[in-house]
């Protein structure tokens, strides 16, 4: 019997529900990505998936100019559990930006934060654009899910109102500077409750420093000699994460 899921190599999220036999529609975003950039066409299988109902795959039926039309024949995933890390960022230049979305959502984030602080230098952010990114990097990358992207909020704001039983980690790389116990990623278990906080160019300021490490659930780390961009601080301190506490575990 002929393998169709071999045959679907384009993932499309689709946020309504779907099941067995049910006919889908496509918006035309979608209609432009399907045939356009990967040349589908009629009777072709696809995968479709959300966060709710897990991964389908479908057959196209009909082609038009402002919609696809879709058949589900098979289920292939049921949602799993994941890892619930949260991503803590100041926003940066655009491209660097877009670039902690994709890669926070490929390496598995559940919610990410865009944060205001002291030094951070862009203080608007588009969330439609943002989501965007974060659709099509689950697509390509075979997640199921979505993660949840909030609105610009001010860092203290956000710290004052947090669930304590959720630990953070954030880069401080003064800390290198100075003779002290560094907290120990492989202390968490599986299980934990995380948090990863990355400052913007420049680093956090004194104040907030002071501020972060009075609170008990705010943990500095160090993340090397090198001083690491923010995008690349975000992307290193998450497999660090996973390595030692989360789904990379087991390979290491």
């Known amino acids: 019997m002929l393998d169709l899921s071999y045959k679907a190599k384009v993932r ?7 099941a067995l036999k049910q006919t889908v529609i496509l918006s ?13 066409k009629k009777d ?17 039926t009909k082609i038009h100019k402002k919609n696809i039309i879709l058949d ?30 994709q890669k926070a959502t490929e390496l598995g984030a559940s919610k990410i934060f865009p944060v205001i602080t002291d030094r951070t230098i862009t203080k608007q952010i588009n ?4 989501l ?11 997640r199921l899910t979505i993660p949840e992207i909030f609105d610009l909020k001010k860092l203290k704001d956000l710290i004052d109102s947090w ?3 959720r630990i953070i ?3 401080d790389e003064t800390i290198r500077k100075r003779d002290e116990i560094k907290f120990n990623f492989q202390n968490l278990n599986f299980n934990s409750l995380g948090a990863i906080l990355i400052g913007p160019e420049g680093g956090f300021s004194n104040n907030e420093i002071n501020y972060l490490r009075k609170k008990t659930f705010i943990k500095p780390v160090d993340l090397g000699p090198r001083i690491l961009r923010s995008d690349t601080a975000v992307i290193s301190t998450i497999v660090l994460w996973h390595c030692l506490n989360g789904d990379m575990k087991k390979y290491t």
């Open 132 to 142: 965007d990114i974060a659709i099509e990097a689950s697509e390509q990358c075979e």
């Open 127 to 130: 969330l439609d654009r943002l």
């Open 28 to 40: 035309s975003k979608q209609v432009h990505y399907l045939t356009n950039v990967m040349r589908k």
């Open 163 to 165: 669930d304590k039983k």
């Open 169 to 171: 980690l954030y880069g």
């Open 72 to 101: 589900i024949i098979k289920k292939t995933r049921d949602i799993g559990e994941e890892i619930d890390l949260w991503i803590l960022f100041s926003p940066v230049k655009k491209s660097p930006t877009e670039l902690i979305i």
């Open 44 to 60: 072709d299988i696809i995968l479709i998936f959300n966060n709710v109902d897990g991964e389908f795959l479908a057959k196209i």
């Open 12 to 18: 499309i999220y689709f946020p309504k529900k779907m």
